[in-house]
Every structure is written in C-alpha cells, then in structure tokens.
C-alpha cells in the first residue's frame, strides 16, 4: 500500500481523489500496489465531509509522517506550492504536480533537487491537461533529436477563435460565452487571452528539448485580444484558418527560438482541424518526422488522470525518471528569443490605400479592401523588414493594426 | 557501455543501426549509458561493408555472448523470429520487435516467458510505425480505463484511399501507385489491401486494452477491394470521407468487440483529416475523453528510431516495464467479436431500383442512384436486419456490393 498526500483540494486535487476511488483497481495494477489518500492539505473546512479525517492544514503533518512516499500539489501559483514542493523533495518525497507557472520558474531547480534526494519532480499535466506529451516526448522519442514543437496549448483562446470562426462573433462576445462555461477566469482573463499561459506550456516543452532552462520572460508572447471576424474571414480566403501557436525551434546555428503568436494556419496543417477546447501538440523529430498529439486540453478529471498517471510512475520509477526527464539550470537569456528566419505575413492595416501598403511592404496579395485600410499578405518578409514597414505605413499616416505569421504550406 | 544485437538487417533492422549511430549522444544520454550493436544475424553476405566483422549467421553466437543484454528482433514473420525471440528471453535478454505478426499471435507467451526470465518484451513499433501509441497507452493513461480504440493504422491504404479521393482514381489505379513508390508489396499487397496488417495491430491494442490475448482470427475483417470512386463521392454528399478503419470497444457486458473495416467517417471526426501514409490512433478514457496519436505509420527511420525507444526503456526498466505493459494467455473466441450496436449504414446495390432499396432498408437517404441500381444511407440497422435486408435484395434479382459503418457523429 502506497500513501500519498495531495496539496490543495481545488478542481485538480478533488479530480485526483476522485481518479485515484473511482479506477483503484487499475491504477493499483500498473503501480504495483494500491494507491491511498492519507492526507490532504487545504485552508478551508471540510469537516463535514464523510472523509474529513483526511484533511490537515499544516504541511508539516505531511512532512512528518514517514509513511507519505509521493506529495500531489495542485495548489496552483508559486506562493505556497513552491516552498511546500521543495520542503517535499528535500525530505525525499517524489512530487507531482499541474503547476505550470512554478515548473515554468523553478524547474531546473527543482528537478536537481529531485536528483539529489533521490526521487521524481514529475509534472506531465502542467501541458495539455489529461493529454500525454511531456512524457511521450520525453521517453518514447529518446531516439530522436526534436527540433522543432508547434501547439494549440491553451483551451479556452482555441474555444473563443473557433467561436468567433462558427459564429461571425467578435473578441468580446466569445470571451463572455467562455466565461460563462466557466472555461475563462471571470475576474481576469488575461493570462489566457493574453498568451501567458501557452508561454510558460511552451516555455516547459523548450526546456525539455533544449536541456536547459528556456524562461518564459524570454519568449515573445502575444494574446487574440487583435483578432477579429474580419481577420478570420481573410485567412479563410488564404486557406488558412487563426490558432494561437506555441512554439520552438532549434536554430541552425545552435541557439534556440520561441514564441506565442496567433498565427495563419494552412488548413492542410494537422493543426488547424483542432477546434474548441482541444490542445493538439506538434513534435519534429530527426528520425521520426512530425507526431502528433492531441486531446483535451483541461477539465477536472482529464487533468486528474495526467497527475494520477505521474503518481504511478513515481512510484514505479522514482528517480530513474530523470535520466531522460531532466535540463539543466541556465540564466535568462539577454534579449528574446525571436526567430530571424523570414516567412510570410498577413497584415492589415489602417490609413493606407491598397497601392501604398503594396508598395511599402513589396511583393504579395491584397486580401481584403477596408473602408479605411485593407488587408494584405506580404509573401516573404523578416522580423526587421516588417519594422521597417511599420515606420513607413506610420510616416504615411497609417498604422498596422495586426501581423499574422503563416506557418510553412508543406508541413 | 550497453552491448545489443540486431537480428534481421532489412530496412528496419538497418535503421535501428543507423539510428543509434547518428543519436549515439541522445541515446547514451537517456539510456544512461553508451549503447553499442555488438552482432548483427542475417543469412545474407555483407562482408564488403566496413563492419562486416559485426555480422553473424548463427543465433548461437550471440545467445552464447553475455554481453549482450538487449536482442533486437526485425526478421519479421514467425517461422525464425519466434523461435529466435523465445530463447532470447528464456536467456534472460530483453527483446524489442517491430514485429506485429508474432506479437499478434504469440504475445500472451512472449510477455509472460519475459516476465519469468526478468527481462522485457517491448513492440512499440509494432502498432503506428515510428508514432508512440502503446507507450502512452499503457503507461500515461495509467489512470484510465481504456473503454474504445479507433484508428487509421495501414499507411499503404490510407495513401490509397487518399490518392482516389483526390484525384479520383479507381482501386487499381491507386495500388499501382502505391506499388510504385514502394508502399504496397508488388508480389502480393494482399496483407495490406486486404486489411490483415490492419487486423493484427487492433489485435495488439484489444489485448493490451483488455488484459488477455485477442487473436487476429477472432476480428471480422474486411479491406478496401471494394470500394470505388463513387462510394468516395456519395460520401462526400454525406459529409464523411472512406477510411479503413481499425476498431476496438468493450462491451457493457463485459465482452470485447472488435473489427476493421472501410468507414463512412463524419469530417469533424479527427480521424477524418489523417491522409496519405499517415497513422492515428484515438483513444478513450473514462477519465480523459479521447486523445488522438498521430504520425508516420511506417518508413525506415521512423519505425527504427521506436525500436530504439523501447532498447533504453529495456536497458533503464527491464521487466518493470512489465507491471502495465502485459496481458493473459487466453484461448480464441468461439465465433468472431462482433458489435451487436445498430448504427447508420451505407449501402450500394445493384439491380435494385431506390424505391425497392428503400422499402427493404426501411426509414433512410437516397444518396446517388445508378444506371442499374443504388446508393443508400440507412439510418439504423444492426447486423441481422442488413443481413435480412441482403436476402431480400437478392429475393428480387438485385445484389448488395458495399456495406459501410457510419461512425457516430457527435464524436
């Protein structure tokens, strides 16, 4: 018998309790042993629950008890989980958690101390939910170099872009409706539509490929608050359809690129058929060529199974997880890690006539005439020519309005 | 530094060399340590080759070297692989195939003779060619109780089916091009066309997801002869592209129903967009709802550089990997594991005018009709009342030529 103790009893620690009752038998057959909850830890009462036993509300009932051999944390945020997850790897505890936030932050440093005391910082749920990437990623392609990821990796911007596209429905409208669904923070919203969660998901995957720390302050990040019908309805004139995409490449030279950008995706694109709340992740291996993984992206019990899955594995495997499971410490990166590479670009842009935003932005294809401005796809440009373009619409007298990367039609 | 053999130096076999000599550095990093082929058994002459001194053609050698910790086994068939892959295991080596014959048919044996001699017996590559399918099946989901496959899994027809929908060529036409670019066999494409393949790879994923050994001879199969460019088209009508669809599903009984067979798929189903030699397999959870794998389902490299996967999981896990990745011995069926469930079916008739067509179906759509006959969509049926229905076309002189599930829609 194998105890545990999960920190937080939130959506995710609820969903993991839940997992760990409603499929004890097979979770009890792939461990080796049967899984038990001894304790879990939260602020708030539950003492009229039939298992209000369990609940304890200071760490160091759990810290104390030689018993606990794996910690759950789904706290979220990096105020309280981040001392607790270290205090439980430094006792030799193995720790799996959903925190993307803290393994974005800390977890270079909290995989060597998983090292040192000799057990498992496992966090496949902190991207994708219940979808297995980290660890497919990690174990089965140990025979290929990945060069490059691309994803769909946060749910709730794919189920408003997909509503704006089914519905002609604007930014504002389809952010309500999530919200009211309950997949969109009422409060603030904008670490979702913001980009910043995909950021710390893409800032996780880029760790693992690159072997050492990639921060997320170090990654160009943009949200959808831009996007509008009118856009959606452009790209789809292009064969394209708009996703927020994550993504990293290994450059030519040996450093690395990453970003957060929503982007024009050719419909032949694997991606661009993900719609709603999915999450759908794109590996490119040397051997392997492109894989595909894809699933729900969040909700209580999909997020649970990854956890409960890390859970076994952390018994089952311990410390021997981090021989492929594993990057290095690193300073931030001065400056972000843009792409220098050129691609095509949509733009639109307000203030200037057709003829002017061709003659400035050079060889492409008008994709839509605006009362004040139009829409436009420059066939091949850089970082640096588009810069340059925008001073010029602006020394006209325009402005652009959005720029839209097109992901490569060969794919 | 880990010494392995190959067995079999045809294109897998080859590439599992060719892989680790090119990731020697990822390899040796994930595995923990150097990983060396030391043998590699082929009948055939390759004493011109700079490493000619590698090659041996008798089993005995490398059985009788104890260095050798992991056997790699790409002869294919069951007439040497087997017999070669028993006395590796019962020596106490691990073994890694890709091969999904003797997997389909001797795998309850060969799990259970590794988990006796403390080794492992791991086939990734043996389901999806280079993309990870059973890795995350038996170990990410864990947590799950898998109640549904359903997946693309022969790239040689789905390049077919994809090449006559696009460019609406006939069945021969497709197979000769298939047979051109080396992705069908030219002497006999009956193991692929036929469904076989397809057959023993569901029969893999059935036994893994139930726990005991399904068999090949236990699954109805049926392949693609049979359909035409029409059939493409009346699906098109319908919303639905053709795919060979392999499938697996428990029972709420208990029981265990499996088949292959080309399908009308609904174009929001994931499995719909997966084209040319491309895999997918989607799986559901009870905890997790669907997750798609998608990739390459063959190629060299691909397919070796999962077999390469599987040796550091043998080298880091050995018969561990044995605690989720097993199933029981079992007898095969009596009969075959069908699906009692109605659903939506199409039927092509000939000799039968649409009126006679629909009074025999009963309730449904009239999609395309023919000079001598019919294309129809039934809205429910199960397998008696379409075999009753088949009597009574013959009844009055008419014949039914195609019969194709319509997967569900709300998927």
New interface residues.
Partial sequence: MAKIAILGFGTVGSGVYE??N??AA??A????EPVEVKYILDVRDFSDRPDAALFVKNIDVILADPEVKVVVETIGGTRFAYPYVKQALESGRSVCTSNKEMVATYGAELLALAKSHNCAFLF?ASVGG???II??M????????ITEVEGIVNGTTNFMLTKMARENMGFDEALKIAQQLGYAETKDPSDDVDGRDACRKIAILSSLVCGHHVYPQNIPTRGIRDVTVEDIQAADKLGCVIKLIAWMKLLPGGGVAAGVEPCLVPKVN?LA?VDDVFNAVKVK????????????GA?K??T??????DV??AL??GV?MH??LFWQPAQPAEGMLTDPAPAAYYVRVEGAAPAVVEAIYGKGRLVAEHFDGCAYLVEKADASALEEAARKIGAVGGSVKLVLRRLPEEE
């Fill in positions: 997992v760990l409603r499929n097979s979770v057959r792939r461990a080796g496949e219940g979808t297995p660890t497919p990690h174990q089965c392609l140990a025979a290929n170099v694997q058929g291996g040397d051997m392997l060529g492109d894989v595909v993984f894809y699933g729900k909700g019990l999909p649970a199974s990854a956890v409960v899955a076994v594995d089952k495997h021997q021989d492929s």
